[in-house]
């Protein structure tokens, strides 16, 4: 089971409280975890990352055990305890805008 | 009795303003969406309660929700629980899914060198005035998308952003956004869009192929004053019982056209100033117009501080300035593009929002106005629902 959590505007956006957890069947990345995410809540497509290209929108971060993963390739295995679900993966809004 | 909803789009949310036909005594609901820019709210015209909003945000792009219920409960189209569970497979998502049609292809930058199309927000939802599932996004860089299936999917009517014009629109300081989408009640086959700062546009087909309308157009601060494209159209409006009459505020000049745009004049007559951002029709008197003047692009706000709006009854060129119950010292706030609207009771109420969180309303023509609501986020846009 993966835990993640949630920026509190896709938390409301998705209508969910707390952590989200997930099972992913394939080897778990930071692409497997956002492909489970966004099929289960659809309405979570396009936020994160671009439709069409699948990249990270540029105010949208993605921590993991204490690590800032935002710039790893999205197909790289993500830690152990993440996919435990010992630690979350960590979906941020950027801290910007003055 | 008849009732009226006032739609608020905000800086930081959505507020829904509802009072029954005197309106006297308004009931105000929301921010919904609370802390996203929602940049423009507005109602079918054939079934009241779908309503259409415009989500946005820095950090997460994009997001289109739907009412079906006047504005109570909202949903992102194809993306609710009932559909997940529907026999019909995993519902796609798409309701924000803005592409560009091909290969997008590139535009003016403010430096004057060629800027690749980028899709950034929804700046106006059009709804049909035909089909409640049908509805227009005009969108920010320059482009028109359609929906036939109430929001869950949308389509470029590319031949717009594929005029031969395309490569030298140009973005305002707001951005490259098309702002103004008029539908021709007496012609589905007609509409008209305009963009800032390209101009204004017309089709005779439904969409496939637009015409630049903007002869007449003169604007000082472009290279060629009275080019083709480049002009920095603020808002176009049209009375529904004659679509061949528009009323455009531009950047600098209030103007007019009685063909359909092909050729415009300049009504702006006695205005303290001829800048702005609004314009709207009287609903009753299709000669009645109305607008907010602002001191310069550079200072926008009120000149001399006075917050009034400017009424002509004669299409344009004399003008009467509207005052009571408005702010007449220290003021200091705009109104936007599409914070103005009208209702359709008699006499006809005219709403507008300001920078500062008011949103007014005068249930007599404008001749005499009250806040609803005084401290809301910045207002964005204003649209008004007349109720049975």
Redesign the interface.
Known sequence: MIRVVLPPHLRTLARVDGDVELDVNSCVTQRSVLDELEARYPMLRGTMRDHVTQLRRPLVRFFACGEDLSHESPDAPLPEAIAKGSEPFVIIGAIAGG | MSKVRVLVGTRKGAFVLTADGARKRWKVSGPHF???EIYHVKGSPVDPNRIYASQT???????IQRSDDGGKKW??P??SPEE?KSPDG????????F?YDGIPGTHQWYDGTQHPWEFKRVWHLEPSLHDAEHVYAGVEDAALFESKDGGKSWTELSGLRKHDTGPKWQPGAGGMCLHTILLDPQDRQRMYIAISAAGAFRTDDGGTTWKPINHGLHSQYIPDPNAEVGHCVHRVAMHRSRPNTLFMQKHWDVMRSDDSGDSWREVSGNLPSDFGFPIDVHAHEPETIYVVPIKSDSEHYPPSSRLRVYRSRTGGNEWEALTKGLPQRNCYVNVLRDAMSVDSLDPCGIYFGTTGGQVYASPDAGDNWKPIVRDLPAVLSVEVQTLP
């Open positions: 609370a802390g996203w945000s820095g950090w997460f792009g994009q997001i949903s992102t194809g993306s997940l995993m519902p796609k998502g798409e309701s924000n899914k592409v």
